[in-house]
């Protein structure tokens, strides 16, 4: 069973940082793409971020590049996500997902956390 628990979420002013956490329960996990969704509210939920289990590529939404940084840790069983230069319009419900793919856009696995609320005051 993989399980998904994602912490570091707050409140933060707009131009600061904050870092995003993910651990993941088994051990399997360092063989799965890992990735990071948001949804903000009155919105579906969209594509922030991704990296391949062997931590050799990372894919980003055109809106976060440059501002947020996807790495692993830990064995590949943690997935970071260091946001920087935070706008008022990052503020959402962030996700941790698992098992994802790549084709012409990043499809989500079918792992999820329970998610973890950002807001960015402006």
């Known amino acids: 069973q993989v399980q998904l628990v994602e912490s570091g979420g707050g409140l933060v002013q707009a131009g600061g940082p904050l870092r995003l956490s993910c651990p993941a329960s088994?051990?399997?996990?360092?063989?799965?793409?890992m990735g990071w969704f948001r949804q903000a509210p009155g919105k579906e939920r969209e594509f922030v971020a991704a990296i391949t289990w062997s931590g050799s590529t990372q894919y980003y939404a055109d809106s976060v590049k440059g501002r947020f940084t996807i790495s692993s840790d830990n064995g590949g069983n943690t997935v970071l996500l260091q946001m920087t230069d935070l706008k008022p319009e990052d503020t959402a419900v962030y996700y941790c997902?698992?098992?994802?793919?790549?084709?012409?856009?990043?499809?989500?696995?079918?792992?999820w956390g329970q998610g973890t609320q950002v807001t960015v005051s402006s």
């Open positions: 997902n698992a098992a994802g793919t790549y084709g012409s856009n990043w499809a989500p696995g079918r792992y």
């Open positions: 088994a051990r399997t996990l360092s063989y799965l793409n």
